[in-house]
Structure formats: structure tokens, C-alpha cells
């Protein structure tokens, strides 16, 4: 078990802790279901949350989840009841306690302590399948998240297959019945020729833009980036990638909040007009020599276009942009590296002589909070691969770490990205797509990437006793304090809850929980 660092924990009376609120600016008081159990039947108690704090405070976990770090001490008033006192005000609150483990254990659910999710771990064979089956005593009497009718699925055979060709023919020779995986234009093709296969494609969490760098003395500049906003057709992008796999897919215009959350609003102005683009140059006093790119204030318009080389989509997307920038008079140089290579501080942060425009992917978090620094100016930006400022900006993103409503949070997000929109910070394209595809005879599967898990209403499933889950590669480990493995969540939606959970819609539902009372003190 690993050496933690809990946050004070005290018992006091309830009369005492209800007299005195919240002593510092910020308390929540957690009312746990009644009727919250683990694997075993033992009760999901406030020592468990008190123990889950000290987790997630572990001095050695890399990239910790934010928030715990703002916890003085956890106040147990009962078995199940509990307030959080915290040293700031966290706007972020909800993201807390996203699985909680039990006490006595470390961050790994492998050790056989039980678990909340409607299945149990029962074995896992190393670089061949998970086993998970059903808890015939389940607290809960329906879905939690989805509020679906529980199912009659009672084992998940989990197995491990990278090739998502191999895995569409393991699903149509019966040997799995449901894959989750980022789709290509290929795979989608064969499922829709497949009888009896249900597949669905959505917005997944990685979404796609181009980005000015803003230190360069020419795209610094307001005026030269909406030229290239203008010249360049997002459409006709969307129609050499994306919609290949999803020909409904439509464009992102927010950088905040996903096209499938229910907070998004769209701030991107499309204005496609290589004439108006043009225009500007002229009107900018720029001089085009026949057959050439324009010269403005003594630079030549010709601008290098860094990305990854080994991604079809990013190829496709330079070569409409170079196609559009053209009509316009401005060159564009590929600078095609390695994923290695790209994905280092010293080039992704490198000054305008190594890139001037870059294209790549952010991953959208399940709350903005966590990449707030990607919109932060100075040496605080430690996101901010284009360092773009803007002091409005700054101020609203920064605010949002103390709002503690969430749809007055949300909202102020939305200023945000509306003057950063507004202002050409980068130009967004579209969030990559995700795929779950499912065999005859199984009701129940949607995806639903907000969760990081399509196992999120798996108590719901039916249709047949055992089910085959392809993934496309095994956990490192299932470790619910690690944030980045994916194939980790997918399992650990299915035998490890929180106290809220996401539906697909991106909102928040309490799970472990009856009730959050949210105290604004006045220290």
C-alpha cells in the first residue's frame, strides 16, 4: 500500500458541525445513499471518503487530480454523512471523489477490497482478458446514471485486441459482442455491410484545431489571423476526414465545452470568403508579385505549418489549408515529425522560428478546470502552446477556479471563449470520432465519452447472460486516480463508482451520493 497523505480527519457531533457552517471560505457537506454498498454488503461510509482524500494526496501520484491538495480535513459527522473543509474556494467541485475507494486499501482495485460497480473483478490474466461478473446483491435497484431498469448481463469476458480490423472481424464471427474504438473510414464501412450489427459514431474527447503562434511579429497581429481564418474552409476539411467515418459530423466552434455537452455554445464565426481574405491583404498594404505569394511589411507571406506525419487526417488538413491559402496568395511549408519529435516542450514551445502555424489535438477534460492554463498568459500558461494574451481572457478563465455554481461557472467559460474566438486565437475543427459497435440480440450500449467509459450504464445491459468486450489495447493498471488510461476507465465503469457519475449530455449525477449541501463560508 502506498504511503499517503491524508487531510486532518475528525469525528464531531452534528449538532456542532451544522452550528458552525464552514470556518474557512468553502465546505461541503456529502450525504451518502443509504442504501451505497461494497461487493460484500458492507456500507460505503464517510471513512471511505476520508480515506479516498488521502489517496488521492499521495505524494507520489503524478498529474493528480485537482483539488484534493485544497482539503485541511475531512469532518466525520456519521457513518454517512461528512463535510469537506478546503482552504479556498474550488470551483471544480463536482470532479471530487470520482471513484471512491475503500478504506484500507491502496489505488489499485486488484487487491480484492471491494468494489461499488454492479460488476466485481474476478480475474484478470495478464496480456490475454479481464473477468468481471455481476454482484447478485447490488445496492442499487436501477441504473444509476441512465435510470435504466437493471439488465440480465452477468459476466464481461474483457480482451485486448489493437487492430480494430481484426476486432470488426471478431465481431462479426461471433467471438466478441461489443468493441469500443476511434474509428476509420474502412472499419465504419464494413460494419454498416455487417447484418445484425448496431454501431453508433459520436464526438469523442480529442478535438482537432489549428493554432497561430502569437509571438510571431506578423500573427501576432488581429487582422492577419482573420485573413487566414477566412481563407481557409473548414467544410472542405471536415469532408476529406471526418466525415469520411461520420458524413454527418459537424465543425467545433467552442474550445471550452464539446458539441455533445450541454453547456457548448457556438462562438466560432465560420466566414469562409477567400475574396474578403484577399481584400485584407490589400487593404493592409501588402504587394503580390505575379505567379507569388504577397509581401507584407516586408515579409513574404509564407508561413510553416508544423504536425505529425504519421496521421492521414493532419496530412489532409495541411494540404486543403496549403490548396486554400494559395487561391489567397500565402505559401505554406510542411514541417511533418514524428510523434516523438512533436510532442516535446522544447518544439511544441519553441519561439516562431521553429513554427508559425501547428495543428494538433487537445483531449477535453470532464471539467474545463483542468486545462484553465492553456488560456493563461506569462509563465502561468504552462498550456499555452500558442501564447496567446489576453489579460479579459485571463481574468474570466482565472475566476472560474472560485465559482462554485455550476451554471454560473459554465456561463463565464462561455464569455471566454467568445472573446478568444472572436479575437482568431485558433481555429477550431472538429473532436475526433468514437465508435462502439455491438451484436445482435444486446439492448442497452451507448456511448458516452464524458465518462471515459462505454461501460457507463453496463447494469442496464441485456440480452444475453456472458458478453465479449474488445478493447483496443490492456490497462496499465486500474488505478482510478490515473487519469490518462483510457482502456483503465472503460473497466472501472463497470465495477467502481463515484459520487457522481456523467451521462452522455455531460452532466453530473449523483451516484454514491443523496445529496451535496454546498457551504460558502466566511473565512
Known amino acids: 500500500m502506498p504511503t499517503t497523505v491524508p487531510a486532518t480527519t475528525t469525528t464531531i457531533d452534528e449538532g456542532t458541525a451544522l452550528a458552525t457552517g464552514c470556518p474557512t471560505p468553502f465546505c461541503l457537506v456529502y450525504h451518502i445513499d443509504p442504501d451505497a454498498s461494497w461487493s460484500d454488503g458492507a456500507p460505503v461510509s464517510s471513512a471511505d471518503f476520508a480515506h479516498t482524500v488521502g489517496l488521492h494526496r499521495d505524494l507520489g501520484i503524478e498529474d493528480p487530480v485537482p483539488g484534493y491538495e485544497m482539503v485541511s480535513r475531512v469532518d466525520v459527522i456519521d457513518d454517512r454523512t461528512f463535510r469537506v473543509v478546503f482552504t479556498e474556494r474550488f470551483g471544480a467541485w463536482q470532479t471530487l471523489f470520482d471513484r471512491v475507494l475503500r478504506t484500507g486499501s491502496g489505488g489499485d482495485v486488484t487487491a480484492g477490497v471491494g468494489t ?30 441512465s435510470a435504466g431498469a437493471l439488465g440480465d448481463v452477468q459476466e464481461l469476458r474483457i480482451v485486448f485486441i489493437r487492430d480494430l480490423d481484426e476486432a470488426v472481424t471478431a465481431l462479426e464471427e461471433g467471438e466478441v459482442d461489443v468493441l469500443t474504438a476511434r474509428p476509420d473510414d474502412a472499419s465504419v464501412e464494413r460494419l454498416a455491410g455487417i447484418e445484425g450489427i448496431t454501431f453508433a459514431t459520436i464526438p469523442g474527447p480529442f478535438w482537432e484545431h489549428i493554432d497561430f503562434h502569437h509571438d510571431d511579429p506578423f500573427l501576432s497581429q488581429p487582422w492577419a489571423r482573420e485573413m487566414l481564418s477566412l481563407a481557409i474552409d473548414r467544410e472542405k476539411i471536415l469532408d476529406r476526414t471526418i466525415r469520411l467515418v461520420d458524413p454527418g459530423a459537424t465543425a467545433l466552434d467552442n474550445t471550452i465545452w464539446m458539441a455533445n455537452t450541454h453547456h457548448y455554445e457556438p462562438h466560432y464565426v465560420d466566414g469562409f470568403d477567400p475574396a474578403a481574405a484577399e481584400q485584407m491583404l490589400i487593404d493592409n498594404g501588402c504587394v503580390r508579385d505575379e505567379g ?232
Request: aromatic residues 12%; contains cysteine.
Open 116 to 145: 461499488t460497480g454492479p460488476f466485481t473483478l474476478v480475474e484478470w490474466v495478464r496480456g490475454d482478458h479481464i473477468v468481471l461478473r455481476r454482484n447478485p446483491d447490488w445496492w442499487s435497484p436501477t441504473d444509476p446514471l
Open 292 to 523: 507569388g505569394p504577397y509581401v507584407c511589411q516586408g515579409r513574404r507571406m509564407s508561413f510553416l505549418w508544423a504536425t505529425t506525419g504519421d496521421d492521414p487526417d493532419r496530412r489532409q488538413i495541411f494540404e486543403s489549408a496549403r490548396e486554400d491559402l494559395a487561391v489567397v496568395g500565402v505559401e505554406l511549408v510542411a514541417d511533418f515529425r514524428t510523434p516523438s519529435a512533436f510532442v516535446t516542450r522544447d518544439f511544441l514551445f519553441g519561439g516562431p522560428d521553429v513554427w508559425q502555424l501547428i495543428n494538433f489535438s487537445w483531449r477535453a477534460r470532464s471539467d474545463p478546470g483542468a486545462t484553465n492554463a492553456t488560456y493563461y498568459c506569462d509563465d502561468a500558461g504552462d498550456l499555452n502552446v500558442n501564447r496567446y494574451c489576453s489579460a479579459e481572457v485571463e481574468d474570466l478563465i482565472r475566476s472560474t477556479e472560485e465559482i462554485i455554481e455550476p451554471s454560473g461557472r459554465a456561463a463565464v467559460y462561455n464569455r471566454a471563449d467568445r472573446l478568444y474566438l472572436q479575437d482568431h486565437a485558433v481555429i477550431p475543427l472538429y473532436q475526433k470520432p468514437s465508435l462502439m459497435a455491438w451484436g445482435s440480440g444486446i439492448s442497452g450500449p451507448a456511448p458516452n465519452f464524458s465518462f471515459s467509459s462505454d461501460l457507463w450504464n453496463v447494469a442496464s445491459w441485456t440480452g444475453k447472460e456472458s458478453i465479449v468486450v474488445a478493447l483496443p489495447d490492456e490497462p496499465l493498471d486500474l488505478d482510478p486516480r490515473s487519469q490518462a488510461d483510457d482502456n483503465a476507465n472503460v473497466v472501472l465503469g463497470a465495477i467502481l463508482y463515484g459520487a457522481f457519475g456523467m451521462d452522455p449530455s455531460h452532466r453530473y449525477v449523483p451516484v454514491l451520493l443523496e445529496s451535496v449541501d454546498v457551504i460558502e463560508g466566511s473565512g
